[in-house]
Nanobody
Framework: QVQFVESGGGLVQPEGSLRLSCAAS????????MTWYRQAPGKGRELVAV????????NYADSVKGRFTISRDNGKNTVYLQMNSLKAEDTAVYYC????????WGQGTQVTVSS
């Protein structure tokens, strides 16, 4: 049974940092590309970052490039998102998933950037 469990969100001031974690199970984690998405209030789900199965190739949305870093630990079936220099527009619920997408999605973790 596929499961994604996101954690690490919270309230942070602008220019602050957070590290999100996502524990995945129900599939061969080390063999699949992993992704982070986010969904802001009233908007659609946006792809934020992608990491290859071995972790050597990453891609980012232009809006987070240079500020966010995706990484993974295949021994722990976990993918991470280090977020630095956070902005108000980064406020959203953050989700991880695989590529291609597997259902069901996790509950996500709320990130709120506000002073």
């Amino acid at each position: 049974q596929v499961q994604f469990v996101e954690s690490g969100g919270g309230l942070v001031q602008p220019e602050g940092s957070l590290r999100l974690s996502c524990a995945a199970s129900g599939f061969t984690f080390s063999s699949v590309t992993m992704t982070w998405y986010r969904q802001a209030p009233g908007k659609g789900r946006e792809l934020v970052a992608v990491i290859s199965s071995h972790g050597r190739v990453t891609n980012y949305a232009d809006s987070v490039k240079g500020r966010f870093t995706i990484s993974r630990d295949n021994g722990k079936n976990t993918v991470y998102l280090q977020m630095n220099s956070l902005k108000a527009e980064d406020t959203a619920v953050y989700y991880c998933n695989s590529q291609p997408i597997r259902d069901p999605w996790g509950q996500g973790t709320q990130v709120t950037v506000s002073s």
